[in-house]
Nanobody
Framework: QVQLVESGGGLVQAGGSLRLSCATS????????VAWFRQAPGKEREIVAA????????YYADSVLGRFTISRDNAETTVNLQMSSLKPEDTAVYYC???????????????????WGQGTQVTVSS
């Protein structure tokens, strides 16, 4: 088990950018596959982006492809989500999730992850 802490959320105008960070408390992300999910009011939690433990494999939901970038820092202390060209429909609570994978793969199903952060609110105004 690893404890995850998200940061970087806030209020931004449409077209703006935000950078979310996910950090572990008391450890690193070394060996973990990590993903960002989001949940808007009244909707189910959905995958946004995922990255394999090596960083060599990445997944993006169609709705964010070309606008968001997931990355791991070299020290394996944070996994970041750079969000650009934000839209009002990106408004949601964003969650970081981590899992020890069998291979160097990513996971896009919510049920695959057993470590979750508390979430950070992102609000995009029109």
């Amino acid at each position: 088990q690893v404890q995850l802490v998200e940061s970087g959320g806030g209020l931004v105008q449409a077209g703006g950018s935000l950078r979310l960070s996910c950090a572990t408390s008391g450890g690193t992300f070394s060996g973990y596959a990590v993903a960002w999910f989001r949940q808007a009011p009244g909707k189910e939690r959905e995958i946004v982006a995922a990255i394999s433990r090596s960083g060599g494999h990445r997944y993006y939901a169609d709705s964010v492809l070309g606008r968001f970038t997931i990355s791991r820092d070299n020290a394996e202390t944070t996994v970041n989500l750079q969000m650009s060209s934000l839209k009002p429909e990106d408004t949601a609570v964003y969650y970081c999730a981590a899992k020890h994978p069998i291979n160097d793969v990513y996971y896009i199903r919510r049920g695959s992850y057993d470590n979750w952060g508390q979430g950070t609110q992102v609000t995009v105004s029109s």
